[in-house]
Each structure stands twice: as structure tokens, then as C-alpha cells.
């Protein structure tokens, strides 16, 4: 019988109780016995643990009677401890500790905001991080980590509201509100942090380091060890009793006389796969360091170590690492530092190569140089060319491009010490250097200088001059020189125009050109255009000299604009504004086309032509300035020909009419938003007469503040609107007039006296205007009768349009026949003809008919009745 159908005596609970007693001290052996397992295995892996806890449920299982009630009695009470344990070595974080978890928490939200450009969330994270850091405060004093955060935001957000400035794209509302709410609050916000702010953007790693603040307890997960910080110098004396091994496990020895062999090794190994570029760059900078060292073998290592450097930069998309740029610029100016020194060591085109590696080469015997072979201007120019390419790929509207642009200043200074040094070379004629060396490096010095305003160029050459010994003096361009701008571009294109041919002489007429405009010497920048013939042969150059012709006309356009020669600057820049493609045209930006089928080669070759963004020549004052100046002669022209139709119309700018075709076909007009619809509404304006709400739109464009001498160019509009307005009255209201006094012109339109009859004189000479101006009387006398009735005009025009006509059937019918005398007879001879009689072949012989007045060459046709009313 079962024990559980036994009575309740107290044999029945003694056997129970020691069967308890049983099941109970076997559990507590096998927990025993686990927990042993589990303090000798600490890193065991969590399957395990899962494993033993279900072999343990499983054997529970099998358990059958008062043992099984028992063990889960005593199971639930081992999780219960097991529990207050976890909860015992989990619960470390006290409450500060939490605040700052939050405090990074919030921050890392504003940082993922701002990688997206999501305001929104921004607005809301730094509302939340204000009033978490209250709790947090000690004192005055915030935590570092706020600081930052802070900081960053403010100059996150300057930057995006700097390319809000510049790009025609709008943020949506609720990107916008929360930008907003940022920037009103981040202001008012780090003013109570003025002093940690500065000391962070003083020196933002110090500030970070410093002991200042007692830095937030950190919950301790795993315990890692780390490396201590070793100094440089404790590194190096560590490393003395080590040797350096190549891959194989050989040591390898830098010592002098091995330099030539390992930078053979390299050399040879340059464009191979799997060739580690930066270890070559470590290896040569080690051999840089190697002492004793002579001349000839630093000139060697750093010719090798900037090639090198730039392979770094090789490929179509990539550009050169701006730490290694810095490097070759800094080798660069070492090189030509030693150049300088070592006068016996030259490095020129063509010498020959020393192959002997185990020794040194030596001054051949009768010479005085020993050369090296190698040219310091190719290193020039790619050194420049990677700084273009470097300036192409950042941002325009960030710091870090204007950071990158200072580096501009000390490439100019390499450009004038290579510019020294070649110039040194070429006094000594054995060395035969090549006159396009120096023509190189001239041209590169130009392109530097040759878009700048006079006071940037007086402090390059200022700085430039400093760089080198008070000894030091060229002979193109002298020390005392160096103060005048234009002198100094004078000289150089003079110099490359004498001495060069092709497109450097070309460069260097266009860059002369572009530097005369952009400092308003108008006459003589047209003149020399005009004498260079440039324009018949620049379809023939490449096309950064093409981009540069473009350039230059455009600068030369915008100088007769400010000069207020209105009909100059239109006709100038009709050929660049007119196409429509000013921004492909001058390099500033890709057109993408609808449908055209650009492969990426020539995508690849578009992006690298474009010029950086500090040599843009601004296109919303292009436009501004091309569309103002059209409106100065197209509306007195359509007065014009609005009042007489016998004058042949034609158009000066088919794009500004277009527009004002679009903008007169509108149902509505709102107030003017851009610079356009400014334009089309003075033109409005103009056209009815009312030139001064013409001049107060024109005057409301707020592009002409980036112009000099703003208040010249607007009252200089002004003067040309009144004149304009003045003339596009008298073409509209000539035929209702007799007589015109002046004074009453001259009170309409604010203009002198003396003005009015000088343009009204002008307008009689020309033609344009049918008058007489009584001098004695100072009134316009209008002649009557002779302007054409609107009959009398139309059937002009229908005569013009006949004659056209005519004209362009003789023409098709020439090259149908080719000019053949027999273009109407048949092949067989036996008949044809032209209808109204002409010759006819056959039995009949000839025979003539209908216009016995025949004409040479084979073309009869005459036109019929409609020709013969033509030509009487």
C-alpha cells in the first residue's frame, strides 16, 4: 500500500519526515556540487547554464510523490535568493550616476539629429537636455560632456543657416520651426556658459582633459586591461634592443649606405598590386631621419617620398589625404631648401640615372653640377592640382573649406621659391634648362593671382618675399615690384607672351585681360581682346582655356556695366547669358539635361574641370546685370516699332523677350520675389512711362550690394532709366503731338534741360525720330504725314514676305536642277516643256511660247502675276 493512503500516525509521520530528510540533503548536495561547477567555470558560455537548468527541470520531472511538492517549495525559494542576488550585483548605479546616462543619452539623440538635419527632433532633445543638466550643475560649472554638445549645436546651426542663405532650397515648415525655436533659445542658453564654451573652442582636447571637474563614476561591466601610455621618448628607448623586420622576418638596417638600395625597392615597386603605400611612405620618412646623410641622398629620398605621397591621391574620384598633403608641402619647401643651399646639386630634366647603388656618385670631372634627375615644376603642379581637387570635393559653405583655402597661401610661397630656383638655374646656359619649364611655373604664379583684387595679391607677394633670404632678387619680377599689382601682372603676361607660344601665351593675354576688368579698366581690357583675335581661335583650344575665355568675357562684360556703358556690357554678355548655359559655361556646376546621354567618363571629366568655389564668378548678378541692361534697349525698341510699322523689327535678346512674353501672359502679378520678376516688373513699368517706379524696382534688387560702390551703380540706373523712359515716351506718343517743349519733357522726366535736347538731337540724327528741334523756341517740332497708314505698312510687309518666298523657290528649285540649261526636256527628246510655252523638242522643232523674254541658267519660273506685282 501506498504511503499516502496510510493513517496519520506518528509512524507514518516519522518514515515521512525522514524521507524529507532524504530528498532534501540530496538537493542540497547536487546545489552544492553545481555551485562548485559554476565558481570554477566564471566565463562559461550562457547555453550551458540554459542546459543545466533544463537537465535539472527534467530530472525534477522524473521525480514522482512528496519529494516533487517538496522540491518546488525549496526550488522557489532558491529562485527567490537567486534573485536577491542578481538584484544584489546588478544594483550599482546610484542617482547621479543615472542623470549622467541620461545626459549622454539626450545628447547622442542631438547628435544622430543633426547627422540627419532632423530640427524637430533637435528642438525637443535640447529642451530636455537643459533641464536634465539643472541636476547636475556644480555651482556655475556644467559637465564637460554638456559643454560640447552646446558648443557643437551653435556651430552646427550657424552653418546651417549660412547654406540657407545660398541655396534655393527650402526647409519644410516643421524643420523650419524647430530650427528657429534652436536658434532663439541656444543663444540666450550659452550665454551662462560664455567662459567654458571659450576654453573648449580655445583648445577642445585640453578642456576635455583637464581636472576641473570630477568626472561622472563609470559602471564597471567587465574589467579590461589596458596598455599604460607610453611616452615618445620612453618608446624609444624601449625599442633599442629591437631590430625592424620585413614581412619575411628578415631585419632590415637603414644605415647610409643602404638608402639608394632601399629606395630602388620602392621604386620598383610603385604601381604593383598589394603594394602597401603607406609603409613605403614610412620606410622613406625613416631613411629621411638616417644620420650621417649627404645632399645628394636627401634629394633623392624626398623626390621619392612626395611621389610617393601622391600616389596616395591617384584614381579618378579620389583626392589626396589632407595630412599627407601638408607632409609633401612641407618635403616640397625642404627640397628647394636644400637646392638653395647645395648650389653644386641640381635637379633637371634629362640627366642621366645613377644605377650604382653601393656608392655615391661624385661631380664629374670639367663640370660644375652634379645633376639629378627629377623636375621640381611637375611636383609644383600636381602639389597645386591636389590642392584644387581637395577644394573641389569639400563643401563650399562649411569652415572646413576656408580652413583648407589658408593652404593656398603657403603653395603660393613654394610656387615663388621654385620660381627663384629656376631662374638660378637658367643664368648658367651649360645646364641647358628649357625655357617651358619657367613658362610653367610663371603660368601657375599667374593663375594664382590673376582673379584676386590688388590688396589679397600685395599680401601674398608680401609674405612670399618674407620667406626668402634679403639676399634673394628675380629678375622677371624684382623686390621692388612686389608692392604694385597690375605692374606685377603686366610683367608676367608680358614675359609669358614673348617667351611662349600656344595656350600659355593665350592663358597668360586672358588672364592679363581678366585682371584689367575686374579693376575697372575697361578700354584697355576690350582693346586688348579685341587686338588678340582670340575670339576666331578659341574653338581651337582646350577647354580649360576655353572656360577661361568665358571667364574673361563675362569680367569684361560686367566691367562695362559698372563703367555704364549699358549697350557695351548687353552685346558683351549676350553670347555667355543668351545660351542659358552660363553655369556649364563658365565651370561653376553640371547642367543635367533631360534627355541627354552622358556616360560616366564624361560625367567624371565634367566635375574635374569645375573651378572651386572661391574663383565663382557670382551668377545671380550676372543674370541681374544681363536682364537690366536688356531692359535698357529692348523697351525704347518695341516702343518703337509699336509706333511704326514701317521699321523692321528685330530682337536684341530673344531670352529677355521670352521672359516678358511669360510675364505679360500671366493672369495675376504678385509683388516681385526674385531678381527676375524685379526686372520684369520695371520693365512694366517702363514701358508705360512710369520710370520712376521702374527705378524703384531696379533699385530694390538687393544683389547690388555685392558690387562695388553700390551707390555709383544705382544712381548711374537711375540717370539710365530717365534717358530710356524719356525715349520710350517720345517713340509712343510722337504721332499725337505737333509740338514739344523741352522744359515740359525735362520737368517730366527730372533731367536737365541741356540732356533732353541732346538725346532728342541724338534720336533726329539717328533717324529714329521724325522732328525738328527749334532752338530759339526749345521745342520739338513733329513732322506729319510722313509715318505709313497701318494699310500702307501691311502691304509692305506682304511685298517683303512675297519676295522672300520667291527668293526661296528659285533657290530649291536650283539645287533640284543643278543649274542645267535642259532641267524641262525630256530624256527621249520627244516632248515637255514648262507650262505657258518654253522649248520643246521632236518632229515639231522648236518652237516658243508664252514669255518670250527668257532668262540664262535653266530657272524660268517668274512667279506669276503675284511675282510681276512684286517687281513693278
Not at 550665454?191 to 581636472?211: G, L, P, V
Not at 534688387?701 to 555685392?706: A, N
Not at 543643278?818 to 518654253?838: H, I, L, M, T, V
Amino acid at each position: 500500500m501506498s504511503r499516502f493512503f496510510r493513517g496519520g500516525d506518528d509512524s507514518s509521520t516519522d518514515s515521512s519526515s525522514e524521507e524529507e530528510e532524504v530528498y532534501t540533503s540530496e538537493e542540497e548536495e547536487e546545489k552544492v556540487q553545481a555551485e562548485d561547477e559554476s565558481s570554477s567555470e566564471e566565463e562559461s558560455d550562457e547555453e550551458e547554464s540554459d542546459e543545466e537548468s533544463s537537465s535539472d527541470e527534467e530530472e525534477g520531472a522524473k521525480k514522482k510523490g512528496a519529494s516533487r511538492f517538496l522540491q518546488s517549495d525549496d526550488e522557489s525559494e532558491e529562485e527567490e535568493e537567486e534573485q536577491s542576488d542578481d538584484e544584489a550585483t546588478t544594483k550599482v548605479k546610484s542617482a547621479k550616476d543615472k542623470r549622467f546616462d541620461e545626459l549622454e543619452s539626450t545628447i547622442s539623440q542631438i547628435q544622430n539629429g543633426q547627422k540627419i538635419n532632423d530640427w524637430s527632433l533637435i528642438a525637443n532633445e535640447f529642451d530636455k537636455l537643459n533641464r536634465q543638466v539643472v541636476k547636475l550643475q556644480d555651482g556655475s560649472k556644467a559637465p564637460k560632456s554638456y559643454i560640447k554638445a552646446i558648443a557643437d549645436l551653435e556651430d552646427f546651426m550657424n552653418e546651417t543657416l549660412a547654406k540657407q542663405k545660398v541655396t534655393p532650397k527650402k526647409m519644410n515648415a516643421t524643420n523650419a520651426r524647430g530650427l528657429n525655436a534652436v536658434k532663439q533659445r541656444i543663444r540666450k542658453n550659452n550665454k551662462e556658459y560664455q567662459t567654458q564654451i571659450d576654453a573648449y573652442r580655445k583648445d577642445a582636447d585640453a578642456f576635455m582633459e583637464s581636472d576641473d571637474e570630477v568626472a561622472a563614476p563609470k559602471v564597471v561591466s567587465k574589467v579590461r586591461f589596458e596598455a599604460p601610455v607610453v611616452s615618445a621618448e620612453q618608446q624609444e628607448e624601449d625599442d633599442k634592443g629591437f631590430s625592424t623586420v620585413d614581412s619575411r622576418g628578415k631585419v632590415v638596417q637603414y644605415t647610409p649606405e643602404s638608402i639608394l638600395k632601399h629606395l630602388r625597392a620602392i621604386i620598383e615597386s610603385r604601381g604593383k598590386k598589394n603594394t602597401d603605400r603607406l609603409e613605403q611612405i614610412k620606410v622613406m620618412e625613416t631613411l629621411n631621419k638616417v644620420v650621417p646623410i649627404t645632399p645628394y641622398q636627401k634629394i633623392r629620398v624626398l623626390q621619392t617620398l612626395i611621389s610617393a605621397r601622391f600616389d596616395l591621391g591617384a584614381g579618378g574620384a579620389a583626392q589626396m589625404p589632407l595630412d599627407q598633403w601638408k607632409a609633401a608641402e612641407r618635403d616640397l619647401a625642404s627640397l628647394l631648401e636644400i637646392l638653395e643651399k647645395e648650389k653644386d646639386h641640381v635637379v633637371v630634366e634629362g640627366a642621366e640615372e645613377w644605377d650604382d647603388d653601393d656608392k655615391l656618385p661624385t661631380i664629374p670631372e670639367g663640370e660644375k653640377y652634379l645633376k639629378v634627375p627629377g623636375s621640381v615644376v611637375s611636383l609644383i603642379e600636381r602639389l597645386d592640382d591636389e590642392l584644387t581637387r581637395s577644394l573641389q570635393a569639400i563643401d563650399p559653405h562649411t569652415s572646413e573649406y576656408i580652413d583648407r583655402l589658408t593652404d593656398e597661401g603657403s603653395l603660393y610661397n613654394t610656387i615663388f621659391r621654385g620660381l627663384l630656383y629656376y631662374e638660378h638655374l637658367r643664368k648658367d646656359a651649360s645646364l641647358e634648362v628649357p625655357q617651358e619649364s619657367l613658362n610653367r611655373i610663371i603660368q601657375r604664379r599667374l593663375d594664382h593671382v590673376y582673379y584676386k583684387p590688388a590688396q589679397v595679391v600685395k599680401i601674398l607677394e608680401e609674405n612670399a618675399w618674407k620667406q626668402v633670404s634679403a639676399e634673394a632678387d628675380s629678375e622677371i619680377t624684382s623686390r621692388s615690384q612686389s608692392g604694385d599689382a597690375g605692374k606685377l601682372i603686366n610683367i608676367l603676361s608680358n614675359y609669358l607672351f614673348e617667351n611662349s607660344e600656344g595656350i600659355i601665351r593665350a592663358r597668360a593675354m586672358l588672364c592679363q585681360i581678366y585682371f584689367l576688368a575686374l579693376h575697372d579698366e575697361y578700354y584697355k581690357s576690350r582693346d586688348l581682346m579685341l587686338t588678340s583675335h582670340l575670339q576666331e581661335t578659341i574653338a581651337n583650344f582646350d577647354i580649360a582655356t576655353q572656360i577661361l575665355y568665358n571667364r574673361t568675357l563675362v569680367q569684361v562684360g560686367l566691367c562695362a556695366f559698372r563703367k555704364g556703358l549699358v549697350y557695351d556690357a548687353q552685346n558683351t554678355l549676350q553670347e555667355i547669358c543668351g545660351s542659358g548655359r552660363q553655369k556649364e559655361l563658365l565651370a561653376q556646376g553640371v547642367m543635367i539635361q533631360r534627355y541627354s546621354q552622358v556616360t560616366p567618363e564624361q560625367e567624371r571629366l565634367e566635375k574635374q574641370r569645375q573651378l572651386p568655389f572661391h574663383m565663382h564668378i557670382n551668377l545671380e548678378l550676372l543674370e541681374c546685370v544681363y536682364l537690366t541692361c536688356s531692359m535698357l534697349l529692348e523697351i525704347p525698341l518695341l516702343a518703337q516699332t509699336g509706333s511704326s510699322p514701317d521699321v523692321k523689327k528685330r530682337i536684341i535678346s530673344k531670352t529677355y523677350r521670352r521672359m516678358l512674353e511669360y510675364h505679360e501672359r500671366q493672369i495675376f502679378t504678385g509683388p516681385p520675389e526674385n531678381t527676375r520678376d524685379h526686372v520684369m516688373q520695371a520693365s512694366k513699368a517702363l514701358a508705360a512711362g512710369e520710370w520712376k517706379k521702374a527705378t524703384d524696382f531696379i533699385h530694390s534688387i538687393k544683389i547690388w550690394d555685392l558690387m562695388p560702390n553700390t551707390e555709383g551703380i544705382k544712381t548711374m540706373l537711375a540717370k539710365q532709366i530717365q534717358e530710356e523712359g524719356l525715349r520710350t515716351y517720345l517713340f509712343t506718343y510722337a504721332p499725337f503731338y505737333d509740338t514739344l517743349a523741352i522744359a515740359t519733357l525735362s520737368s517730366m522726366f527730372e533731367l536737365d534741360s541741356r540732356k533732353v535736347s541732346a538725346v532728342v538731337s541724338k534720336m533726329i540724327s539717328h533717324e529714329e525720330l521724325a522732328a525738328a528741334l527749334d532752338q530759339v523756341t526749345e521745342t520739338v517740332i513733329f513732322r506729319k504725314g510722313v509715318e505709313l497708314s497701318r494699310l500702307q505698312s501691311l502691304a509692305l510687309t506682304l511685298s517683303d514676305k512675297a519676295s522672300s518666298l520667291i527668293e526661296t523657290n528659285e533657290r530649291t528649285l536650283e539645287q533640284k536642277t543643278q543649274g542645267s540649261a535642259n532641267a524641262f526636256s525630256r530624256k527621249d527628246n520627244r516632248g515637255g516643256g514648262q507650262r505657258g510655252g518654253g522649248q520643246r523638242g521632236g518632229r515639231g522643232g522648236a518652237r516658243t511660247g508664252g514669255n518670250p523674254q527668257r532668262q540664262a541658267g535653266g530657272t524660268q519660273f517668274t512667279g506669276g502675276a503675284l511675282g510681276n506685282a512684286v517687281r513693278g
